[in-house]
């Protein structure tokens, strides 16, 4: 339960800080970290790895790394982060 | 006697299902050495037939301005030789090597979960078949291989071809991901004990890291045949450039998952030669512990090298060094197996049998093709390389000259293990010669007039190019590699009828299962042995190799009790017809694939919930016990919860696709509505909030069940499932919301991106939902219990992880637009 008060307690924030223009430019640092917060209390807590057999981790966070290092891979090949050298690959 | 065969009178009690007999056995059979041959043998005759279309090609270009075949036959013909041995062949025989031998190799009776074994086993077959009938109806896929989009869009590719070969590509997926769930679960799960991680054989080592890699390879390809299905049937534009959508997308998320195939292909070999040689030269396996690292390491390096399939795609000068500098890095591990296994040989009291000189051929075959394989690497050559014969050349090197090769070496080996009967050495000999100087007669010459330019996939050529020579010798080789084949046939045909008798152990092995009957048992080992060291069996039988302080294994032999054999069930063939429906009714009507999945849910919650029985009641047998006990393995951990786990891990890469090419198209859709016009936060706080709180009374679910309570369990289940539909309904609500405000499937990309992201998102909930519903069922019947409280906990696993999904999701599409 009191997992469950964070977790509401996070998605309050998140939609708060939406909602704050003065917050604009530093909106995506935030929301990502509260994000990645929310998935962690999930994760540690009710998947209950935290406690569990170091193994339940280990087949769990070695996809999610892989999963995201392939995400920012294709945003930096697409344009979205950094530069691959060339223009032409972006967006639009 | 075999080292760990029991006499009869000591023998323990062996609880089994009488078995069907003749066809029926076969049909219901989840005996893993049974589905191993049953793979084998499927495998093989795809091969044969991807070898006669191979065989078609070569007799169309042995001559200048051939007139054997059309243009468009020649392009099915290439697609299906391609597809047919990558899919159809070559991952099989390795499935084919895994089934029979993993749990032998780890002193296990059966792998973790039979059923789902027997499963994978009929969707492959069904998949194979259904491709294939593309023959048939004439319509056989033509856009090679790999399926480059656009060729495999509407406009380019009219007809079912393209259909027939991304529909058989998904429905042949689901086979390899299921299989590979089991076999880490098996390997993880069902050692015996004493077999610690660096005792392993070293082929459950190659298959550790080559099952990894499906399951994580194969999830970003499936989303790229899903958006290619949605391209096709439903009019999205995911890879055409027309509707803002980019081809590149397609060769991305394709390699991403084909880069790792080739270790998914040349592993397995990898592990067959890897017991092959230290057998043959009567020594161990050279520095056993860099070649376990090394195997790992191009594992973890092979998710990190597939745009170098890409240079000519222009993607710059810092991502072509990027994945240059890491394509070049993985020829260090792979070197490093390969100077192991000819120090292995070297100093060794080499007994030269066939095994060994096919595995002595890999190498070297192998050699060749990795050396090609790093001039690829570098982007100025590759450019002058690809899509020339050269690279032709370098991976039929690596796959036909490196993991066909191995996988004879395996066959050769196993073969009397599996049957009794040793194969004929010196046909096994003339085979070996014959493919050989066959196949470096076929792919060496593709070098040279790769070099000349001629490029791969030309139907004919002019006769003034000066290649006709070099063609010629190429199909004469290809002539030659037939012949070798034939051998092979007649020498397994006439050791089956009179081979010689192999006896438990022909080979002076090392490994566990050279220490029971050939052909094995049902159940394997009578006794589970205790494993102190690796090599453990050949140590037993070498008592002055073993040293001080190392006791005869035969000594350490636990009894475990009674064995329980699982029982054969209808279901896996059943519920793999129900998915052979359902692509099939994709082909023919809508109404027809809806059809197909109802049957398939239907069949899949039959054998589901198959084994659970009323208290009281005899269940039927399952993974080597009927008793919740022995889902336990060797490490404690359940099977089921390890293996929900493993599936979660797969699922990771699955949403992270999707979640990336949402990302990826963020902003290039060519007309609104756009995010910020259509996005509804608020009701979507709203709905995250529910489904955020279903995750707590899941928590209070599986508390209730650990405390013994039914009751109160079923309520919190009752209670989270609700909750799952009133998040499904916000989500019906927010699509038709969508759609009033013009924002369908096809109107841009955004719109298609999120609705299957989104779409995918709410199939999952709707699947835990059922789950759910089907648990609080089953509790109230008294077919699940306190004792399965291991039930309980997997669903909710499955449920929280959706949730962290949405968690996801929530932030990266509705708050950051």
Redo the contacts between chains.
């Keep these: 339960v009191v997992v469950a008060a964070f977790l509401l307690a996070i998605t309050v924030m998140e939609v708060w800080v939406f909602y704050i223009p003065a917050l604009a430019r530093v909106l995506v640092p935030i929301l990502l970290l509260l994000s990645s917060a929310k998935f962690a209390l999930v994760a540690m807590f009710y998947m209950h790895l935290r406690f569990d057999h170091p193994w339940f981790s280990y087949v769990f966070v070695g996809p999610l790394i892989i999963a995201v290092t392939l995400a920012v891979s294709l945003l930096w090949l697409f344009g979205h982060i950094g530069t691959t050298g060339i223009r032409g690959l972006g967006p639009g | 006697m075999a080292t760990f065969e029991a006499p009869a009178a000591t023998l323990p009690a062996v609880h089994a299902r009488t078995e069907p007999g003749g066809l029926v056995a076969w049909l219901t059979t989840v005996d893993h050495k049974r589905i191993g041959i049953l793979y084998g043998v499927t495998a093989f005759a795809f091969f044969l037939v991807a070898g006669l279309e191979a065989l078609l090609i070569r007799l169309q270009l042995a001559q200048p301005d051939g007139r054997v075949l059309s243009a468009a036959t020649f392009n099915a013909l290439f697609t299906m030789h391609g597809t047919s041995m990558v899919f159809l062949a070559a991952m099989p025989l390795a499935s084919a090597m895994f089934n029979y031998l993993v749990p032998l190799l780890i002193g296990a009776r059966d792998v973790a979960f039979p059923r789902l074994n027997a499963f994978s086993y009929w969707v492959f077959l069904l998949g194979g078949l259904f491709i294939n009938a593309s023959w048939l109806t004439g319509t056989a896929p033509d856009a090679g291989w790999f399926g480059y989009a656009p060729l495999t869009e509407k406009p380019f590719s009219v007809g079912p071809h393209s259909d027939f070969w991304l529909l058989g590509l998904i429905f042949l997926g689901t086979s390899s991901i299921v299989a590979s769930l089991n076999f ?1 679960v098996t390997i ?1 799960n069902l050692r015996a004990p004493g077999m610690g991680l660096l005792r392993m054989p070293i082929f459950a080592w190659n298959t550790i890291v080559t099952n990894v890699l499906i ?2 390879a194969f999830p ?1 390809v499936t989303v790229a045949l899903v958006f290619l299905l949605f391209d096709r049937f439903f009019g999205t534009s995911f890879y055409l450039p027309a509707g803002g959508g ?1 081809p ?2 397609w060769q ?1 998320l394709f390699w ?1 998952f084909g880069h790792p195939e080739v270790y998914i292909l040349i592993l397995p070999a990898m592990g067959i030669v890897s017991e092959v040689l230290p057998t043959f030269a009567r020594k161990p396996l050279f520095g056993y512990a860099a070649v376990v690292y090394a195997t790992a390491l191009i594992g973890f390096l092979g ?1 990190g090298v597939w ?1 170098h399939h890409m240079f000519a795609v ?7 060094s990027a994945f240059a500098l890491t394509s070049m890095l993985i020829a260090i591990p792979t070197g490093i197996k390969i100077f192991n296994w000819l120090a292995t040989l070297w100093g060794g009291s080499i007994r030269l049998t066939t095994a060994l000189w096919f595995a002595c051929g890999f190498i070297g075959m192998f050699t060749i093709g990795g050396l090609s394989g790093i001039m690829h690497a570098s982007p100025p050559v590759d450019l002058q390389q690809t899509d020339s014969y050269f690279v032709v050349a370098h991976f039929h090197y690596v796959l036909f000259g490196g993991m066909i090769l191995g996988i004879f070496a395996g066959i050769y080996y196993w073969f009397p293990k599996a049957t009794g009967r040793l194969l004929d050495e010196r046909l096994g000999r003339a085979h070996f010669w014959l493919l050989l100087i066959g196949l470096n007669l076929t792919f060496f010459p593709m070098h040279f007039v790769g070099l000349m330019g001629m490029p791969r996939r030309i139907y004919t050529y002019a006769p003034d190019l000066a290649w006709t020579g070099w063609n010629l010798a190429i199909t004469v080789g290809a002539v030659v590699q037939g012949v070798a084949m034939l051998v092979f046939v007649a020498n397994v045909v006439r050791t089956l009828r009179r081979g010689a008798p192999a006896g438990p152990d022909p080979w002076d092995g090392r490994t566990l299962e050279w220490g029971i009957p050939s052909p094995p048992p049902p159940y394997n080992f009578a006794t589970i042995p205790v494993v102190r060291r690796r090599d453990a069996l050949w140590l037993t039988k070498h008592p002055d190799a073993r040293g001080p302080g190392l006791d005869d294994p035969r000594a350490l032999v636990v009894p475990r009790g009674p064995i329980h054999m699982p029982a054969p069930s209808w279901w896996p063939l059943l519920t793999a017809l129900g998915i052979a429906a359902l692509m099939t009714g994709f082909l023919v009507h809508p109404a027809a694939a809806v059809l197909g999945g109802l049957l398939t849910a239907a069949a899949a919650l039959r054998f589901g919930t198959e084994l659970l029985v009323p208290a009281g009641a005899a269940p039927p047998h399952d993974g080597g016990g009927a008793h919740d006990a022995t889902h336990i393995g060797s ?3 359940d099977h089921r ?2 293996g929900v ?2 599936f ?3 699922e ?2 699955f ?3 999707l ?3 949402y ?6 859709s060519l007309q609104g509505p756009y995010p910020r016009d259509i996005l509804n ?2 009701l979507i ?1 709203v709905s ?2 529910v489904l ?2 279903s ?2 009374t ?2 209070l679910g599986v508390a209730a069940i650990q405390a013994g309570d039914v009751r109160r369990t079923r309520r919190w289940l009752l209670a989270t499932a609700a909750l799952g539909c009133v998040f499904l309904i916000g989500q019906v609500y927010e699509f038709n919301h969508f759609v009033h405000e013009g924002l369908g499937l096809t109107t841009n990309l955004f719109a298609a991106t999120f609705y299957v992201m989104v779409g995918f998102h709410g199939a999952h909930v709707t699947v835990g939902v059922v789950w759910l519903s089907t648990l609080v069922y089953l509790l109230g019947r008294g077919r699940v219990g306190p004792r399965q409280e291991v039930l309980v906990d997997a669903a ?2 499955y449920w ?2 959706v ?2 999904v949405w ?2 999701i ?3 599409v509705y ?2 637009q």
């Design positions: 880490l993880l399951l994580l970003p980019s590149v997308l991305h991403i998710f745009a222009g993607m710059g000068p810092i991502a072509d490490t404690g951990l919860k390890l786990w493993t979660i891990g797969s990771c890469l949403f992270g696709t979640i990336s090419t990302l990826v198209y963020r902003g290039r936060v608020p706080s995250t909030f955020l709180m995750s707590l899941m928590v909710g696993l929280h992880f949730d962290v968690i996801a929530f932030t990266l708050l950051i």
